[in-house]
């Protein structure tokens, strides 16, 4: 019994860090530590990079919603970058277009994302590059607080804040918009302690001179692009105040977290680039904001089985209850919408975990695929 007993509790610790004492332990180093990013009005030359696949629905409200945006008309460079769409993309772009403010790259073949922007940068004329996807709007002040932070000679990639609009469009929306918030709080403390570790693909900028060309291959771009600033020793920050923001019905689906999971445990990789030199903050954030995460659904079985094994005891029987109701909470709201919203939490927070499952099988088997879909 005393083995089932540790693995019960190393494996309920997992998660618990990984959701509440990795934000505790971030508060506590804000005490001592705090590198606030030196602001200021900055207007430099600026690219807006959007990568579009089959974005038809879409791309003409957003290239509306970049000529709106409250930035020097002639120093912002509108540049649509078509990735072998095939439902008139790259014409409704280009009806927009005028070869100057607002250029449209058309490239033949669905390649993926990465090759697109890398493309797409090459073709850049801005000092910054910001990269925004084409189902997401932006606040009309968002890349002029995103460039704020690049007065800050030591910044070297920024993000802008997601939000989530409408989110009791889809069962998944409330607690989706929480997670986002959630995020939010992290990414800004990380910020002011030293540097955030990746960014949102809706809003995210790097220098042009510093962008790191990312192999093909490459799942979770607004991961690898921000981090590879530190190893050149630059930070990427965190911006909350330049705001995106997306309708709940177009982050919904289940292939799109196994995705991200897969992205996730490809950027795991990334961590050489934390250990020369050695990187405390950043190599602390990495194992606490990255890699404990992927190992929270095995915890999550773990601490079931354990507690299955335990259960004669009167209290790991009342433990056991505990999960099987918050199990049962989730199958619950995999089939019906929940009142109260927080009820619907058990739910998401066994997709998004169910989906490392997936994307580990298809990591390990190279069935993913690079082009969109």
């Not at 919603?65 to 540049?79: G, R, T």
């Not at 986002?180 to 992290?186: A, M, R």
């Not at 192999?215 to 990427?236: E, F, H, M, Q």
Request: one cysteine or more; glycine letters at 6%.
């Amino acid at each position: 019994m005393a083995w089932a007993t540790l693995i019960l509790w190393l494996s309920l610790a997992v998660p618990l860090y990984a959701y509440l004492g990795y934000p505790i332990a971030l508060l506590f180093m804000r005490v001592f530590v705090n590198r606030s990013v030196r602001k200021e009005p900055f207007e430099p030359q600026v690219t807006l990079l959007i990568p579009a696949y089959n974005e038809a629905e879409h791309i003409t409200d957003k290239i509306r919603n970049s000529l709106a945006l409250d930035y020097p008309a002639a120093k912002l460079e509108v540049l649509v970058a078509c990735d072998g769409s095939r439902d008139g993309t790259p014409q409704l772009a280009q009806s927009l277009a005028d070869g100057v403010r607002v250029r449209v790259l058309s490239f033949p073949d669905n390649r993926g994302k990465i090759s697109t922007l890398n493309d797409g940068v090459r073709e850049s004329k801005g000092e910054i590059v910001v990269f925004s996807d084409a189902t997401a709007l932006l606040k009309p002040d968002a890349v002029r607080r995103l460039m704020m932070s690049f007065a800050d000679g030591t910044v070297g990639a920024a993000g802008g804040r997601y939000m989530v609009v409408r989110p009791d469009d889809v069962n998944i929306g409330p607690s989706e918009d929480f997670y986002w918030k959630y995020e939010t709080f992290l990414k800004t403390q990380e910020s002011d302690i030293a540097s955030t570790l990746g960014a949102h693909g809706h809003l995210h900028a790097i220098r042009r001179e510093l962008y790191p060309f990312p192999a093909p291959g490459t799942i979770n771009d607004d991961y690898v692009i921000p981090v590879s600033v530190l190893g050149k020793g630059y930070r990427a920050v965190y911006e909350p105040k330049a705001v995106v923001y997306e309708e709940a019905r177009e982050m919904a689906g289940f292939g799109r977290r196994v995705r991200i999971m897969a992205g996730n445990l490809q950027q795991l990789r990334e961590i050489k680039a934390l250990l020369r030199p050695l990187r405390p903050s950043a190599l602390f954030f990495f194992f606490s904001h990255k890699m404990i995460r992927l190992a929270v659904p095995f915890a999550m079985v773990c601490a079931l089985a354990a507690n299955l094994w335990l259960v004669s005891s009167t209290f790991y029987a009342m433990l056991a209850l505990l999960q099987g109701l918050f199990y049962g909470l989730a199958i619950l709201g995999a089939c019906v919408r929940l009142r109260p919203r927080f009820l619907s939490l058990p739910y998401y927070f066994s997709m998004i975990n169910a989906a490392v499952f997936f994307a580990l099988y298809q990591v390990m088997s190279r069935r993913h695929s690079v082009a969109w879909k």
